[in-house]
């Protein structure tokens, strides 16, 4: 029982990590209509960032928080290089999100090299419920119920988290009241980015970061926000855990080397199961 419960709560921080970056996916599609398949790749400059900044010198705490600011600024750039042109078409700005994201490995490898790194994070082990967990697994869980508390403070009650919330539900008539949908758009990216980097920071001490982490990561965002049907961040919440779980008890008591499988039969059941309840909306798309 023991060893099931280490494996679970094991799984919840790695699922934090995925739900962190589905909820990215979730923040631009909301808006956009965007799948931003660059999102993992804001992960892992935050991940790289933390670990450089900190082999520089810099604090604990302040190197994480430069870190998440490097990878905000990399969802800015993305999201002027995806939306800049007024009109562009969301498969266009899918295409160029996939583009960013494999120039990106250029970038990463002639910046940090192509050896995986890592982070220290929290140190030490401690008791819960009688059950030997890493003080860091707690600290990924902590920082990702706070995350998300926030965020749900944010899109429900600020002016700018309901406008963002307004543009996803009809950009026409948010822009008939005066609401800068382009300029809301701009910020979804920028909002990915910090999600990205977050989970990037959280991650990065539990498994090491190289330049193409990001398929990885954004597998299992993708199915985490997928289970949420793109558009609802607290249901990617629970999908990245859920994977996170079964995941770590596929490691524990089966063979790791499955571990990506399971995340894309999870992500390809939901899109069946999806697509078979909305039978009318596929029609309509198709006529």
Same mark, same amino acid.
């Given at each position: 029982?023991?060893?099931?419960?280490?494996?679970?709560?094991?799984?919840?921080?790695?699922?934090?990590?995925?739900?962190?970056?589905?909820?990215?996916?979730?923040?631009?599609?909301?808006?956009?209509?965007?799948?931003?398949?660059?999102?993992?790749?804001?992960?892992?400059?935050?991940?790289?960032?933390?670990?450089?900044?900190?082999?520089?010198?810099?604090?604990?705490?302040?190197?994480?928080?430069?870190?998440?600011?490097?990878?905000?600024?990399?969802?800015?750039?993305?999201?002027?290089?995806?939306?800049?042109?007024?009109?562009?078409?969301?498969? #266009?700005?899918?295409? $160029?999100? /996939? %583009?960013? *994201?494999? =120039?990106?490995?250029? @970038?990463?490898?002639? &910046?940090? !090299?192509?050896?995986?790194?890592?982070?220290?994070?929290?140190?030490?082990?401690?008791?819960?419920?009688?059950?030997?967990?890493?003080?860091?697994?707690?600290?990924?869980?902590?920082?990702?119920?706070?995350?998300?508390?926030?965020?749900?403070?944010?899109?429900?009650?600020?002016?700018?988290?309901?406008?963002?919330?307004?543009?996803?539900?009809?950009?026409?008539?948010?822009?008939?009241?005066?609401?800068?949908?382009?300029?809301?758009?701009?910020?979804?990216?920028?909002?990915?980015?910090?999600?990205?980097?977050?989970?990037?920071?959280?991650?990065?001490?539990?498994?090491?970061?190289?330049?193409?982490?990001?398929?990885?990561?954004?597998?299992?965002?993708?199915?985490?926000?997928?289970?949420?049907?793109? #558009?609802?961040?607290? $249901?990617? /919440? %629970?999908? *990245?855990? =859920?994977?996170?779980? @079964?995941?770590?008890? &596929?490691? !524990?008591?089966?063979?790791?080397?499955?571990?990506?499988?399971?995340?894309?039969?999870?992500?390809?059941?939901?899109?069946?199961?999806?697509?078979?309840?909305?039978?009318?909306?596929?029609?309509?798309?198709?006529?």
């Amino acid at each position: 029982m023991i060893t099931l419960l280490a494996h679970i709560v094991s799984g919840l921080a790695i699922g934090c990590g995925f739900a962190l970056v589905g909820s990215g996916l979730v923040a631009v599609y909301r808006v956009t209509g965007v799948v931003n398949f660059a999102q993992g790749m804001f992960a892992v400059v935050g991940g790289l960032c933390a670990s450089a900044f900190l082999g520089a010198g810099i604090w604990h705490g302040a190197a994480e928080l430069l870190a998440v600011a490097v990878a905000a600024a990399t969802g800015a750039v993305t999201g002027l290089l995806a939306l800049g042109r007024r009109g562009t078409a969301p498969m #266009t700005a899918l295409i $160029v999100t /996939l %583009a960013v *994201g494999f =120039l990106a490995y250029a @970038v990463l490898v002639a &910046v940090f !090299g192509d050896t995986p790194r890592s982070t220290p994070g929290l140190p030490g082990m401690t008791s819960l419920l009688g059950v030997p967990v890493r003080r860091h697994h707690l600290l990924v869980i902590g920082v990702t119920a706070v995350v998300f508390g926030a965020l749900w403070l944010f899109l429900t009650r600020t002016y700018l988290g309901k406008a963002l919330t307004a543009c996803a539900s009809n950009p026409y008539a948010a822009r008939v009241t005066g609401i800068p949908v382009a300029r809301m758009a701009q910020f979804a990216f920028v909002l990915a980015g910090v999600l990205g980097g977050v989970a990037g920071v959280l991650v990065a001490p539990l498994r090491p970061m190289s330049f193409d982490s990001d398929v990885t990561l954004i597998v299992h965002g993708f199915a985490a926000a997928v289970l949420g049907g793109l #558009t609802r961040p607290m $249901v990617a /919440l %629970a999908g *990245g855990v =859920l994977l996170g779980v @079964v995941e770590a008890l &596929v490691a !524990g008591y089966g063979n790791a080397a499955y571990q990506t499988t399971v995340a894309l039969v999870v992500m390809l059941a939901v899109m069946v199961w999806h697509a078979a309840r909305r039978p009318s909306v596929h029609q309509e798309v198709t006529v």
